[in-house]
T-cell receptor
Framework: DVKVTQSSRYLVKRTGEKVFLECVQD?????MFWYRQDPGLGLRLIYF???????EKGDIPEGYSVSREKKERFSLILESASTNQTSMYLC?????????????FGQGTRLTVV | SQQGEEDPQALSIQEGENATMNCSYK?????LQWYRQNSGRGLVHLIL?????REKHSGRLRVTLDTSKKSSSLLITASRAADTASYFC???????????FGKGNQVVVIP
């Protein structure tokens, strides 16, 4: 079974802190994604990566950066956490194919910024 | 950005009944996918239907796709309490290496 593991289920951070959310997948997938999920807004794409050291901005990249130094690991970085970044963060991975294949999700990290 | 939009947003049904959800989108797609999310958890892939397919089945799930109307429906037959979850449609567009998700559709199955 494909496994996507996010480093924390729950996280509480202070405003202004630098926050790292880690995601690891074990199926050699090329694509990795970070979404945030907020009530009434669905899932919104923050950043994605289709290869090591490659990244592309999603729909809401402001205030975030990412790092992909190894194929299996994709990190989301909040440079200076703010209260409006309190949210559920979801990592996903998928194979890269001619059609867009199914995505596999981690269990989510619920981040609270106080 | 284009997104799938589910309708209705919330559905409450009795166990054993069928649940139907609809999703609309705005532009040509490569495929459309449905996901389930149990409360506070990650999303789980349910079914994928390609743009050249009209109907697909997987167990108690039936998905239809009407590309002329740019819409899809997900039918869950003989619902169970364990089907209580949020259901999301997601669209994959040509030349775009990402999935665009709708806002989700909450289904409550009453035992």
């Amino acid at each position: 079974d494909v496994k996507v593991t996010q480093s924390s289920r729950y996280l509480v951070k202070r405003t202004g802190e630098k926050v790292f959310l880690e995601c690891v997948q074990d199926m050699d997938h090329e694509n990795m994604f970070w979404y945030r999920q907020d009530p009434g807004l669905g899932l919104r794409l923050i950043y994605f990566s289709y290869d090591v050291k490659m990244k592309e901005k999603g729909d809401i990249p402001e205030g975030y950066s990412v790092s992909r130094e190894k194929k299996e690991r994709f990190s989301l970085i909040l440079e200076s956490a703010s209260t409006n970044q309190t949210s559920m963060y979801l990592c996903a991975s998928s194979l890269r194919g001619t059609g867009f294949p199914e995505a596999f999700f981690g269990q989510g990290t619920r981040l609270t910024v106080v | 950005s284009q997104q799938g939009e589910e309708d209705p947003q919330a559905l409450s049904i009795q166990e054993g009944e069928n649940a139907t959800m609809n999703c609309s989108y705005k532009t040509s797609i490569n495929n459309l996918q449905w996901y389930r999310q149990n409360s506070g958890r990650g999303l789980v892939h349910l079914i994928l239907i390609r743009s050249n397919e009209r109907e697909k089945h997987s167990g108690r799930l039936r998905v239809t796709l009407d590309t002329s109307k740019k819409s899809s429906s997900l039918l869950i037959t003989a619902s169970r309490a364990a089907d209580t979850a949020s259901y999301f449609c997601a669209t994959a567009f040509y030349g775009n290496n990402r999935l665009a998700f709708g806002k989700g559709n909450q289904v409550v199955v009453i035992p």
